[in-house]
């Protein structure tokens, strides 16, 4: 390989605390641990071995915060203060849940293996704020020393030195190998054969590398687990078989767990018969156990459904509907008391922002090489939609609204109508397109589908009265409830919402779905809106999903 152009006898030890305890937006993929409020000031303590305190240490903390006004953390390592993470207020900012920010401080002075970091909440005199924890990551220069003990090792300045770098251990005698796995699949070793006290390697610079250093004291145990036994299962075998053993293609694939699993194959049934769809159950246990070795991973849902679009007879064959028979929430880690993340969903990343985090099971139906990081030029290859249920009772209700649809009651002559709801003005600005859009639509469907019955609801059409409780439109709601009962085929909202109702007048709330009464009229219900259809998160209901519950 060459000789080495530096030496290095010691590497960067990283260590990291972590506690994954709650979603402070409920939404997102970011959970923080500790909290700061009642206890604003706490300290968490680290121990390395045979630190170097000439050579400067780097620390990295994460903080999010809940609050009017603005807020901050200082930091202190040792007792000397590495700085200050400051949070602006949420006042006036109503599309943001949190703020969140971090502090790097790269010239650390650490001389001794333990280290203590101290972190402190300033509220600001809010005693309403809430500050909170996401991680603490400290990187400490070490001496490449033998410890009795296994460890894992980097070298931040050899990604920066090209051609062959040197790595020197001392009172190595139980070294016995060291293991570079910075590329997890093709892992190599270098062997201290001669158990020498002084081991050496030499290896390319230019890159960070992984190695782990492989000590005879410290081996794991093999573990007796007491189930041990894996059914026989073949998803990628069976799945396009039939029941006379012949290959046939999916037309609609249903995922759901084992406990909704009868629910969902009375739904299979009837699309089989009615609908004259090839339709296959598959439960979530089946595909975690055959495509991410048991483990809950929304990739894994995705991968099976792409396995099972890409090995149609023809691209003309290929699955083309997707069930995802069961709830979700943004509690994929099961933290808060109320657990429905039947059937997983994909969430955003992003967690302080209404407007930019979301949930969605397109990612699902992303089946392109290049594709599944939702990005804007993703774009879906099958059809998606989920019944979110949470146990068998609400399955079976659900299933039975899917079969009324179809069943002779049901076809009346408000299957020819569709209703068009434009909220009103109360923002010129921002709120004109709101109509534009509601008449650009009717006078769509009039041109292209005469046949169809098109009737507009614009709010700003109807008497506004001024309540105890707010603006409202009682005629406005009268129309909605009169469209949902007496049928529709589709009713169209354009406009404001969120959890609790739609417009800001509150034409329609939680309460004025669950009272509807419309058993066999059931409209195909589109919002062009916000949180109204929220459904992944069970502590707050949304009058979306209880539209359609």
């Known amino acids: 390989m060459g000789t080495p152009a530096i030496t290095y006898d010691y590497f960067h030890a990283r260590q990291h605390h972590e506690i994954d305890e709650r979603n402070i937006g409920q939404i997102g993929r970011i959970w923080y641990g500790e909290r700061f409020d009642f206890e604003p000031e706490q300290t968490f303590e680290f121990e390395f071995n045979n630190v170097i305190g000439s050579r400067p240490a780097s620390l990295k903390v994460v903080t999010g915060a809940i609050s009017d006004i603005g807020s901050s953390f200082t930091c202190e390592v040792n007792g000397v203060s590495a700085g200050t993470i400051g949070h602006f207020g949420l006042a006036g900012v109503n599309t943001l849940v949190s703020r969140r920010g971090q502090l790097i401080a790269n010239n650390i002075n650490v001389t001794s293996d333990d280290v203590d970091v101290k972190i402190t ?7 309403g704020a809430e500050g909170y924890l996401d991680y603490i990551e400290l990187e400490v220069p070490q001496s490449l020393v033998g410890i009795g003990e296994a460890y894992r090792f980097r070298n931040t300045e050899a990604a920066l030195q090209p051609g062959v770098v040197q790595f020197q251990f001392s009172n190595a005698t139980s070294i016995s190998e060291v293991w570079n796995i910075s590329d997890p699949y093709n892992v190599t070793t270098v062997l201290n054969n001669t158990s020498d006290a002084n081991f050496s390697f030499v290896d390319n610079g230019g890159e960070v590398k992984e190695y782990i250093v492989v000590d005879n004291n410290d081996f794991f145990n093999p573990i007796s687990v007491s189930n041990r036994r894996v059914a026989n299962q073949n998803l990628k075998g069976t799945i396009f ?58 990739a894994a849902i995705r991968n099976f459904v792409k396995y099972v679009y890409d090995n149609a007879s023809s691209p003309a064959n290929r699955v083309k509907y997707l069930n995802m028979f069961g709830d979700a929430s943004f509690d994929y880690k099961n933290r808060i008391s109320v657990r429905e993340n039947i059937v997983p969903s994909f969430l955003t990343a992003e967690a302080t922002s209404l407007t930019q985090s979301y949930v969605t099971d397109d990612f699902f139906t992303y089946m392109n090489p290049n594709e599944g990081n939702v990005a804007t030029n993703n774009l879906m290859d099958l059809a998606v939609g989920r019944m979110i249920v949470t146990d068998i009772t609400e399955a079976r209700e659900m299933v039975d609204k899917v079969v009324s649809y179809t069943a002779q009651p049901a076809f009346e002559r408000w299957r020819n109508d569709v209703v068009l709801i434009g909220d009103d ?8 397109n709101l109509q534009v859009n509601v008449n650009d639509l009717a006078d769509q469907i009039e041109l292209n589908r005469p046949d169809y019955n098109v009737r507009k609801i614009m709010m700003d059409s109807y008497q506004q009265l001024s309540t105890a409780g707010g603006f409202r439109y009682p005629d406005v709601e009268e129309a909605v409830k009169n469209a949902f009962e007496r049928g529709s085929l589709v009713i169209n909202y354009f406009g404001h919402g969120n959890e609790d109702g739609l417009a800001q007048e509150f034409i329609v709330t939680q309460s004025s779905v669950e009272n509807l009464r419309n058993p066999n009229n059931l409209p195909l219900f589109i919002t062009v809106t916000c949180e109204f259809t929220r459904f992944d998160n069970p502590l707050r209901p949304s009058g979306g999903g209880k539209s359609i519950s």
Request: aromatic residues 10%; charged residues 25%.
């Open 121 to 127: 909440f300033d509220n600001s005199g809010n005693p």
């Open 241 to 298: 078989i039939d029941s006379n053993g012949n290959f046939k293609d999916i037309d609609y694939l249903i995922i759901t767990p084992s406990f909704l699993e009868s629910e969902a194959q009375r739904l299979a049934n009837y699309h089989i018969t009615t609908s004259n769809l090839n339709t296959k159950v598959v439960t979530l246990s089946d595909i975690y156990n055959e495509f991410s070795e048991g483990e809950q991973d929304i």
């Open 425 to 432: 003005i109360d923002d010129p600005q921002t709120d004109s």
